[in-house]
């Protein structure tokens, strides 16, 4: 069986008219209007000599757009060519010449760009009118040969220049059919799609919701959790397709809502990469009425392995595969010289797969294409093995496995145990050389750290209870996040370049540490400060710098549970009447309010430094805190008035600040954080 995605809508565009396609925000698109753009966009740029066999490159926006330009391309016989929506000049370029392209539907500005480039809007043609669409002779649609190139989609080469994996008709087809088939897509489906649509991954997902006759909900990105949220609420989305380390965003920003809003949906499919198995047992706990996959896949190959990962949940070895192959998938496993192995733990090879849905070559890279593609084969450079059901087991990247004095070590299986020490947030793990010249190289470890309560030498010591002593790491490098790329997979060639460029040295320190793990906490545990320890944190406040050296503040601390509940009951109150915010919290182990003489025309900055100190100091002996603002407006507003005056606040102070502590209940929520701040000049 054959078949193509223009076609299956065209008989969908007849058969449910009037059924959602796509949407993105409030934008909807049903079948019939999908097909009536696809047809317009087609006849146009036929009309504009755009003819069969010929290329044509979009911006891949996330919008209705972007599916509609993408099929009007190959309606008229063109091939689609993807372009991330960031892409550089030089890289819009690069691809423009490289396929020979006769047009580019892009609305980006383009400042430098070769005039020789035929550039059109992709909006405009979107948005063509009924009037301006009957002025173009109405083109038919015919059906491809299979082995017809219908796309092209570019990735980075190992030279830096991207490099084009063909796909043929047949090829996209059995691509959307296993994605099919390897999650269950129904045609009830609404699939929440916050992934750049030039990504193998995102594509996939995409044709095989609109092959089914579903519903494809568009999303620009996982930045913003909130953003998950008004989409779940608004469509009822059943499905979510996202890469693994999304899920740790949005559930620090979700926090104690992630499972009640997460949960809503039927599955989850994560591609792009492999969760964790730490990730795997946590999701399968929190999402007990949700389906987890994950998924294998590449730009050559589509998502060709596929593991229900709640299936094997209880399944100690299973539970760290990499999936298992469809009945039409072959999977090989090959030695370093190409010969078939029966692999197991201590005998991988690479990863050698076949079926329809692999890519006809590499564009215009006849000696790439004869290295990956070999007598009909797809060779990898995954270094896996299988068990005695076909499950197939990662161990890394070939050149990423890490040869210690022979011992052959998995980053991947490093990381996994690593990642379930409780006070690290991530990891990720290279091969170094041995600065002794022993052992060849030798295992090193960067980490996220999560709170102020991680120490090396009790990781270390967690980590030899639970490998072997070849497979530990010579050093543990702290850093602040870890480097990845847009789909947010690790970059380990950056982690090394940071290897060779400091070594072992951090720029990370205990009180840099504590300012980048602090969260704002507002659920505290049933526990009181220690005296001396209270003490020391306040000391932090009183000498934090003061403007002008007047310090007229002053720090009332409260540690009263009874007068606690009656001020925050005040608050809240007094807050709701004069339509000021004032954010929950639970049980803290004491309040302090910070106020400063009106007089004092820095007040509010003193209060500021010294709570900052205060939360800091606090954050280093593992106490969470949080400030709250509200009595800020209502120092003299009752019942607030007379609860501050009972507590011998003058009169004339303004309380800048309400900080609450106590040691956290659960982990703060890591609020989203725009990328592009800070500027040198």
Not at 250 to 263: S, W, Y
Not at 499 to 512: F, T
Not at 622 to 649: C, H, Y
Request: with cysteine; charged share 25%.
């Amino acid at each position: 069986m054959f078949d193509t995605l223009i076609n299956r809508i065209k008989e969908l565009s007849q058969k449910q008219p009037d059924k959602m396609a796509a949407a993105f925000k409030a934008e909807q698109l049903t079948y019939q209007q999908l097909m009536t753009k696809i047809k317009a966009i087609g006849a146009i740029l036929a009309e504009q000599n755009v003819k069969k066999g010929d290329r044509v490159l979009f911006t891949a926006l996330s919008k209705p757009e972007m599916i509609a330009a993408y099929l009007g391309v190959q309606y008229c016989g063109a091939v689609a060519v993807f372009l991330d929506k960031n892409a550089t000049v030089e890289s819009i370029s690069f691809v423009y010449q490289d396929t020979d392209a006769v047009l580019l539907l892009t609305d980006k500005p383009l400042k430098g760009i070769d005039s020789q480039i035929n550039i059109q809007s992709l909006k405009k043609l979107y948005h063509a009118d009924t009037d301006e669409c009957s002025r173009y002779k109405e083109i038919s649609y015919i059906m491809p040969e299979e082995n017809e190139i219908a796309e092209l989609l570019f990735t980075t080469g190992t030279t830096g220049k991207p490099k084009g994996v063909i796909l043929t008709y047949k090829a996209v087809f059995n691509i959307l059919k296993n994605t099919i088939e390897g999650i269950g897509i129904r045609e009830d489906e609404r699939v929440l799609l916050p992934l750049p649509l030039n990504h193998s991954f995102a594509l996939r997902v995409l044709r095989a919701v609109l092959y089914q006759g579903a519903t494809v909900i568009l999303q620009n990105g996982f930045t913003f959790a909130k953003e998950i949220e008004n989409n779940q609420t608004t469509y009822q989305c059943t499905g979510l397709a996202v890469v693994p380390a999304s899920i740790e965003t949005i559930a620090r920003q979700m926090q104690g809502q992630f499972a009640e809003i997460i949960g809503k949906f039927r599955y989850i499919e994560a591609g792009a990469g492999s969760l964790t198995i730490e990730q795997r047992k946590r999701l399968v706990k929190l999402l007990p009425n949700t389906t987890i996959y994950n998924t294998w896949g590449s730009s050559e190959s589509g998502g060709a392995l596929f593991i229900n990962v709640t299936e094997i949940a209880d399944d100690a070895q299973k539970i760290g595969a990499l999936g298992k192959p469809l009945s039409e998938i072959k999977v090989r496993v090959l030695d370093e010289s190409g010969n078939e192995i029966q692999s197991d733990r201590d005998h991988p090879g690479r990863m050698s797969l076949k079926g329809d849905m692999q890519m006809a070559g590499y564009w215009n890279r006849k000696d790439l294409t004869e290295e990956t593609l070999k007598d009909g084969w797809l060779l990898t450079s995954d270094m896996v093995y299988k068990d005695a059901d076909g499950y197939v087991y990662m161990l890394g990247r070939a050149d990423d496995i890490i040869n210690v004095g022979g011992e052959k070590v998995s980053p991947i299986e490093v990381e996994n145990i690593a990642c379930e020490y409780p006070h690290i947030r991530e990891c990720a793990c290279i091969g170094v050389p041995d600065p002794d010249g022993i052992l060849g190289f030798v295992p090193v470890l960067f980490i996220v750290v999560k709170d102020n309560l991680y120490s090396q030498e009790e990781m270390h010591t967690y980590l030899a209870q639970r490998m072997e002593r070849y497979k530990l790491p010579m050093h543990y490098v702290p850093v602040q996040e870890l480097p990845k790329n847009r789909m947010q997979k690790l970059d380990r060639k950056t982690l090394k370049k940071m290897w060779e460029e400091r070594g072992a040295e951090s720029l990370m320190n205990p009180v840099i540490q504590a300012i980048l793990t602090r969260r704002s906490i507002r659920k505290f545990k049933d526990a009181p400060i220690p005296k001396d320890v209270l003490d020391m944190i306040l000391q932090a406040g009183y000498y934090a710098p003061s403007g002008h050296n007047m310090q007229t503040w002053r720090f009332t601390v409260i540690q009263d549970k009874e007068k606690i509940a009656r001020l925050k009951e005040a608050a809240v109150t007094t807050s709701k009447q004069h339509n000021v915010y004032c954010y929950g919290f639970e049980n803290p182990a004491c309040l302090i309010l910070i106020s400063n003489d009106d007089r004092n025309h820095n007040g509010c900055q003193d209060a500021s430094c010294a709570a900052e100190n205060i939360f800091i100091a606090a954050h280093s002996y593992g106490i969470g805190s949080v400030w709250l603002n509200a009595l800020m407006t209502l120092r003299n507003e009752e019942p607030v008035k007379s609860i501050l005056d009972e507590f011998g606040i003058p009169a004339k102070h303004t309380v800048w600040c309400m900080a609450a502590l106590g040691y956290p209940l659960a982990e703060g929520t890591l609020l989203a954080k725009k990328k592009d701040v800070i500027f040198y000049v």
